[in-house]
């Protein structure tokens, strides 16, 4: 959100424990339906193949909401 007020396109990625958390923090900061890109939780205990699954959706996802806001 900090990024996108000094005009640089972002977008937050986070595990789903974080999401009411982080609606909540942009709901404060003034953007109560910011979007995110939301992953399973936990990613400790994931393994690499996992991970790289995630992190492919989570771009893909993330691309897609940078597309969308700008």
Do not use: C, K, N, W
């Amino acid at each position: 959100m900090t990024a996108e007020r000094a005009g640089v396109p972002a977008v937050a990625v986070m595990t789903e424990a974080f999401v009411s958390a982080a609606q909540m923090m942009a709901a404060v900061q003034g953007v109560p339906d910011y979007p995110f890109v939301v992953i399973a939780h936990p990613i400790s205990s994931a393994t690499d193949a996992q991970l790289a699954e995630q992190a492919e959706r989570a771009v893909i996802r993330g691309v897609e909401i940078l597309r969308d806001r700008v």
